[in-house]
């Protein structure tokens, strides 16, 4: 009989670690791991090494970061999804990514199932999960962390006796998960909403007195909503966020602190380091304000906050995605031109705005000279759009003297 095969999406932490042997004793196949570069900084030929310490049959490293960014990345900034107001979902546009690569790679090495190290509480198993069963449904999705049942001390000691290297770091082992898109932070003392977040939990961004005492000003260009240029010099799309997450991170903008509705049921605070998304999504909503009309503007708002749940609950890989991503690729025609930020003390400012399909013209709103907004026609304008306000105070209300 041949052997059967799992692919595991394998990010070299405790949890993927011990999974490995893990699966390989409880379904006696071989395991494969996965990990994809999506931008999180670490050292993933380390990574490679450690997943096959642990057992596995094979361990591969994809580079997806160009694909994360363009087929990712992109389509959220021009959606300006953000969820619950704060959250530009680094962590929940991976997902579908690592789920299609994984899918790739089982249906190339002719695996039965796909595997992840997600528990039970979280939004990651969701996302994993529901996109496996848009992409392969014929696959079986095991999650060892939600069967397994071990406590972290038994995590440790299983790991222990399997020759599995454990970090036995002193201080808080916070989890986290990063790509270039942001940073997530979660668990030990941030898990008290009244604590403030220790700087122990952060690594992109400075807090504000460590940051310069003079502002910062860049100016992103953007052609159909994608920044392509920093000031003034063309940039690759990864290269343009990494870039961003370092400068506005230095300082100190895209700290988040938010209490979460997870879709499990779950309120939970959330810890995110976001500097890029958030330079951008500024950027971005600003170059719009110039380029949309305000029909187009508020509808797009509506539809953000409906993008950024289902992005958030898993559902990218649905039509009702496909379908939000044409409206909004449609509105992106004309969002082309540039953007001047400035950030300073954790804060990123718009300082201007210009395009050359900019709706805002000068001749109508100065109140200078050259001014050619026809003054005498708002008198008739008003008495049409005051027409029904007359007719119901005549009718009903009566004047009102107070
Ligand atoms: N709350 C975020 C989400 O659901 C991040 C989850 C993963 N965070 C982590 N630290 N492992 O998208």
Not at 234 to 261: F, I, K, Y
Not at 336 to 362: D, E, N, T
């Amino acid at each position: 009989m041949p052997t059967k095969k799992i692919v595991l999406a394998y990010s070299g932490g405790l949890d993927t670690s011990v999974a490995i042997p893990w699966l390989r004793e409880r379904y006696t196949a071989d395991v494969i791991a996965l990990t994809l570069d999506v931008g999180q900084e670490r050292d993933l030929s380390a990574v490679r090494q450690k997943a096959l310490k642990s057992g596995a049959a094979k361990a591969m490293v994809v580079d997806a970061k160009q694909e994360f960014a363009q087929e990712f990345v992109w389509p959220a900034l021009q959606a300006g999804a953000i969820y619950e107001g704060v959250y530009p979902l680094a962590t929940a546009l991976a997902r579908p990514l690592i789920a299609r690569h994984q899918v790739r790679v089982a249906l190339a090495e002719g695996a039965y199932a796909v595997a992840h190290g997600c528990t039970g509480k979280g939004n990651d198993q969701v996302r994993f999960d529901v996109s496996t069963i848009a992409l392969a449904p014929q696959l079986e999705v095991i999650a060892p962390a939600r069967l397994w049942g071990m406590s972290r001390d038994e995590e440790k000691e299983y790991a222990r006796a399997r020759g599995i290297p454990v970090p036995e770091s002193a201080g808080r082992t916070y989890s986290v998960d990063e790509n270039l898109w942001g940073r997530s932070i979660e668990g030990e003392d941030l898990e008290d909403p009244w604590g403030e977040p220790p700087e122990a939990a952060f690594a992109w961004t400075r807090p504000v007195d460590k940051t310069p005492e003079k502002p910062i000003y860049l100016e992103i260009e953007f052609r159909n909503g994608v920044p392509i240029a920093l000031n003034g010099e063309e940039m690759e799309g990864v290269a343009l966020v990494l870039h961003l997450n370092r400068v506005a991170g230095e300082c100190g903008v895209g700290r988040v602190d938010h209490v979460e509705n997870r879709l499990v049921g779950i309120k939970s605070r959330e810890v995110y380091e976001a500097p890029a998304a958030t330079v951008l999504h500024a950027a971005h909503r600003a170059l719009e304000t110039l380029t949309l009309s305000k029909e187009q503007v508020r509808l797009k708002d509506l539809l953000a906050q409906q993008y950024a749940d289902l992005v958030y609950n898993g559902l990218w890989f649905t039509a009702l995605r496909e379908d939000l991503n044409a409206f909004v690729q449609s509105t992106q025609r004309f969002v082309s031109g540039a953007v001047r930020v400035r950030l300073h003390r954790g804060a990123c400012v718009v300082a201007g705005r210009k395009s050359p399909h900019a709706l805002y013209q000068m001749a109508l709103a100065t109140y200078g000279a050259g001014d050619q907004f026809d003054h005498r026609a708002a008198e008739g304008f008003i008495k049409v759009y005051g027409l029904p306000v007359r007719t119901q105070t005549q009718v009903q209300l009566g004047p009102k003297t107070k």
